[in-house]
């Protein structure tokens, strides 16, 4: 069921992959939800073509190639999708992530520092790039607002998240120090979605993800996010339902950020204890 929360409304979308992307769906509720749109995503990805499928459901979008740590793309980006539009940027949503260290199997304690500059920059400086971009070229209209997806290895360890971890820190970071400058000069709100592992291109690289979405379930009371949930409460984020909200990290997960441990997890525990002692 569509609200037509983002009736009249213009956005760009970085980072649809493939159908399961999360930018992917998000894309597909904008577009439900009353939004015109630009997707981007770098040259390499949009090589697979799997974009132009998901831009016909958009209503023909526009599909416009940027690496995002590239200045000039990012600019280029801009001044087409302003072109196309006729005018300013409501939203943009930051779906990007590669960690270069977790792709070649390099551990945490042995990382090597040029795939981890690397890793950062596309992660992380990539948000203040696209910022801004935008702020040098006046790009988002008042009240318009920023949403890039994080994960809570930001905040607590999740050991094979590896160097990611650091890069989702610097992201949040950049959220609330960019989104200061943006909500004073534009009001522009700026803010971070921590979403549950997700069965996305990105998410199945890191080392026992199947095991580790298996427990996030266990521990959490609603059980985890899908990407289309996510894409509902990005959506939302985009709206004029939540004017006065920015600079925030904003948990969606079903509520395992909260839960120290659940009935679940205890009863998995009780079940491996009896296994060892009767093993
Ligand atoms: N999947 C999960 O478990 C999970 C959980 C929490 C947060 N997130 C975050 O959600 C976001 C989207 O990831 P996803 O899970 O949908 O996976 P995905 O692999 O579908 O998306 C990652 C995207 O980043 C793009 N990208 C990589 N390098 C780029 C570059 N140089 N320039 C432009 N784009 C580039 C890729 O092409 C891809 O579209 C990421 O920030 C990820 O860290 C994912």
Same mark, same amino acid.
């Given at each position: ?10 956005? %760009? ?23 015109? @749109?630009? @997707? ?10 799997? %974009? ?19 200045m000039?793309?990012l ?16 939203? %943009? ?32 400086t990539s948000?203040h790039r696209i910022?801004r ?18 994960? %809570? ?25 960019? &989104? ?18 997700? !069965? ?13 979405? &298996?427990?996030?379930? !266990?521990?959490?009371?609603? &059980? ?30 079903? &509520? ?24």
């Amino acid at each position: 069921m569509a609200y037509n929360l983002l009736k009249g409304k213009k956005g %760009i979308i970085f980072g649809a992959l493939d159908e399961k992307s999360i930018a992917w769906k998000t894309a597909l509720k904008c577009y439900e939800e009353g939004a015109q @749109l630009v @997707l981007t995503n770098a040259p390499v990805a949009l090589r697979m073509g799997e %974009i132009n499928k998901l831009a016909k459901e958009c209503g023909d979008a526009p599909v416009i190639g940027a690496d995002v740590t590239n200045m000039d793309d990012l600019k280029i980006l801009f001044e087409k999708s302003m072109v196309h539009f006729g005018g300013k940027i409501d939203f %943009i949503l930051h779906s990007i992530g590669m960690s270069i260290n977790v792709r070649k199997g390099k551990n945490y304690t042995e990382l090597n520092y040029e795939w981890n500059q690397k890793t950062l920059d596309i992660s992380a400086t990539s948000l203040h790039r696209i910022l801004r971009t935008a702020w040098d070229l006046d790009a988002i209209n008042e009240w318009g607002s920023v949403v890039a997806l994080t994960y %809570i290895a930001s905040q607590r360890v999740f050991p094979d998240y590896s160097e990611m971890a650091d890069a989702k820190s610097l992201l949040e970071s950049i959220t609330r120090t960019f &989104g200061y400058y943006y909500g004073e000069k534009k009001k522009v709100r700026v803010n971070t979605i921590s979403q549950s592992p997700t !069965k996305t291109t990105a998410g199945s690289g890191v080392k026992g993800f199947d095991g580790f979405i &298996g427990y996030a379930e !266990k521990m959490s009371p609603l &059980g985890n996010a899908s990407a289309e949930d996510c894409a509902g409460y990005i959506a939302v984020m985009f709206s004029d339902m939540t004017r006065m909200v920015t600079m925030q990290n904003l948990f969606h997960d079903g &509520g395992f950020s909260f839960t120290g441990v659940s009935a679940a997890v205890i009863e998995a525990m009780e079940n491996t204890a009896g296994d060892s002692v009767s093993g």
